[in-house]
């Protein structure tokens, strides 16, 4: 008995690249800190950056930040999986281990706009998951900018006006997920991952296993 419940939980299978989108404001980062510290099987995609820090937020952590000769570098080298202009910087998915990573059934959460998303699943349609998060209300989303206090009055002005065009792109997603409440928010993104390792397809482990169930 023991045994071969240990076996199906060690079935092998593909990573998945989870990526998170929605409007500034609207929670992404706030779900991908919940999910990255519920589940030690995802690892978070760190960004390369031209925008400054904000408060609290550290080098190599939550983004790499660089200047912009570094980024023109990174382009230059074919650093990027894809990268984009987003509020006036630039923000890029650096290549890293993602590949190889995949196959060894690394799942990776990337907090990305929906050009990155149009980009990586251009790129890798087998492998992307796509959920784009909406917030309960216009007024809510301006409250959240605001109640951060992470950002200027005017900066805050620009990422709302984006936030429109933002949201006309939900219809390029596989899920659509309202945070209203942020912990029914985060079940249903935790929901949407585990039933997307599930797939048949990821379940690389299968065919031996059934072949051996098969005799
Ligand atoms: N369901 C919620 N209810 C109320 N406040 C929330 C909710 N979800 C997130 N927040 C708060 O809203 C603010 C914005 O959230 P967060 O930084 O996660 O948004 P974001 O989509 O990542 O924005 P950006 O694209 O600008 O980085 C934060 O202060 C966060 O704590
Ligand atoms: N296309 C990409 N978009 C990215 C990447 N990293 C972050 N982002 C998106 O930029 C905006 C603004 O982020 P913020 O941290 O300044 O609020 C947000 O929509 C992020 O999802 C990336 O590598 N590629």
Known sequence: ????????????????????????????????????????????????????????????????????????????????????????????????????????GQDVLFDIDWQGTQQLFQKDQQDVVRVFILPPSIAALQRRLENRATDSGDVIESRMDRARSEISHWDAYDYVVINDDVDECFAKVRDILAAERMKRQRQTGLIPFVRELMG
């Open 1 to 104: 008995m023991t045994e071969s419940v240990q076996h199906i939980d060690t079935l092998a299978r593909r990573g998945i690249m989870f990526i998170l989108s929605s409007p500034s404001g609207a929670g992404k980062t706030t779900i991908s800190r919940m999910l990255l510290a519920a589940d030690d099987q995802i690892k978070l995609s760190v960004s390369a950056t031209t925008r400054p820090p904000r408060p609290g937020e550290e080098d190599g952590v939550h983004y790499h930040f660089v200047d912009d000769a570094a980024f023109d570098r990174m382009i230059e080298e074919d650093d990027f999986y894809e990268w984009a202009h987003v509020f006036n910087y630039r923000y890029g998915t650096p290549k890293g281990h993602i590949r190889s990573g995949l196959k060894d």
